[in-house]
T-cell receptor, first 109, second 111 residues
Framework: GEDVEQSLFLSVREGDSSVINCTYT??????LYWYKQEPGAGLQLLTY?????DMKQDQRLTVLLNKKDKHLSLRIADTQTGDSAIYFC?????????FGTGTRLTIIP | DTAVSQTPKYLVTQMGNDKSIKCEQN?????MYWYKQDSKKFLKIMFS???????INETVPNRFSPKSPDKAHLNLHINSLELGDSAVYFC??????????FGPGTRLTVL
């Protein structure tokens, strides 16, 4: 993740909104992704956004993209205990994905 | 109806041994990948194959040799295992330049 940065930790109260932020460096990335990794599990694709979009909403998930600042965010509304996981943003660079360092989301009851 | 599967899920072995990890996808994708996730959860691509041809090789030691017998399979063979090879290895697949779908991972522990 030397090119894609995220905060390592985020704690949120159950029922509140979580906002996970990501900054990337490659302005030519076509797609930007959010993946979720639960403990001991693989990577689950949550959502993605095409680089010519500013926002994408999918149920409780809202992705915002600011291309000028190369900033991507994931908002999870009404955060639940099942949302506890590590969240990775990733940018597509040609054939490969470059991942961020991951943000560990902890839910406070 | 597993999309991307890997075997084994866990692999514990001694330093110096040779081991293989297998990956299969039933999504009809033409591109497959291997990623390594270290103990700090940092994920980095190792290899990518498109239609059985190597298209990405990211400064990985040549002890690691991927093999793609057909479009649906990408295996990873590791020679002379070292302690630093301990990690979780993820396979993924996609249509070329499209969204990647990941397998459940193989946790390799080298003693």
């Amino acid at each position: 993740g030397e090119d894609v940065e995220q905060s390592l930790f985020l704690s949120v109260r159950e029922g509140d909104s979580s906002v996970i932020n990501c900054t990337y460096t490659d302005s030519s990335s076509t797609y930007l992704y959010w993946y979720k990794q639960e403990p001991g599990a693989g990577l689950q694709l949550l959502t993605y956004i095409f680089s010519n979009m500013d926002m994408k909403q999918d149920q409780r998930l809202t992705v915002l993209l600011n291309k000028k600042d190369k900033h991507l965010s994931l908002r999870i509304a009404d955060t639940q205990t099942g949302d506890s996981a590590i969240y990775f943003c990733a940018e597509s660079q040609g054939e490969k994905l470059t991942f961020g360092t991951g943000t560990r989301l902890t839910i406070i009851p | 109806d597993t999309a991307v599967s890997q075997t084994p899920k866990y692999l514990v072995t001694q330093m110096g041994n040779d081991k293989s990890i297998k990956c299969e996808q039933n999504l009809g994708h033409d591109t497959m990948y291997w990623y390594k996730q270290d103990s700090k959860k940092f994920l980095k691509i190792m290899f990518s194959y498109n239609n059985k041809e190597l298209i990405i090789n990211e400064t990985v030691p040549n002890r690691f040799s991927p093999k793609s017998p057909d479009k649906a399979h990408l295996n990873l063979h590791i020679n002379s295992l070292e302690l630093g090879d301990s990690a979780v290895y993820f396979c993924a697949s996609s249509r070329r330049l499209d969204t990647q779908y990941f397998g459940p991972g193989t946790r390799l522990t080298v003693l």
